[in-house]
């Protein structure tokens, strides 16, 4: 299994970011896509998640609205649109998948994760 995180990078905040998750090596009929960040001195927190079985999504509060998930299952990607970026986004992002029908947010349901991008929101 594979992931691979790309996109992050510095932007202004009131900003959009695009993130994207490539994934690879498994042929599970269901599994759920997450993402996740970590700033600097907290503990890894889920961010979004969605669902192979029927495109399901799950946001945390203060990403819900500003933040959307997709993806594109020919691709084997998933996408995180980030907009109305605030400092308080800033991060190391990673995506994970767990296989199942479960959709959380909770790290440790997560088995598989891609290294980190990271995204700063500075002026």
């Known amino acids: 299994v594979q992931l691979q995180a790309c996109g992050g990078g510095l932007v202004q905040p009131g900003g959009s970011l695009r993130l994207s998750c490539a994934y690879s090596?498994?042929?599970?009929?269901?599994?759920?896509i997450g993402w996740f960040r970590q700033a600097p001195g907290k503990e890894r927190e889920g961010v979004s998640c969605?669902?192979?079985?029927?495109?399901?999504?799950l946001y945390r509060d203060s990403v819900r609205g500003r933040f959307t998930i997709s993806r594109d299952k020919d691709k084997n990607t998933v996408s995180l649109q980030m907009n109305s970026l605030e400092p308080e986004d800033t991060a190391i992002y990673y995506c994970a998948v767990t296989r199942g029908l479960l959709i959380s947010l909770q790290d440790h349901y997560y088995h598989d994760w891609g290294q980190g991008t990271l995204v700063t929101v500075s002026s």
């Open positions: 090596g498994f042929t599970w009929d269901y599994y759920v």
């Open positions: 969605i669902a192979s079985s029927d495109g399901s999504t």
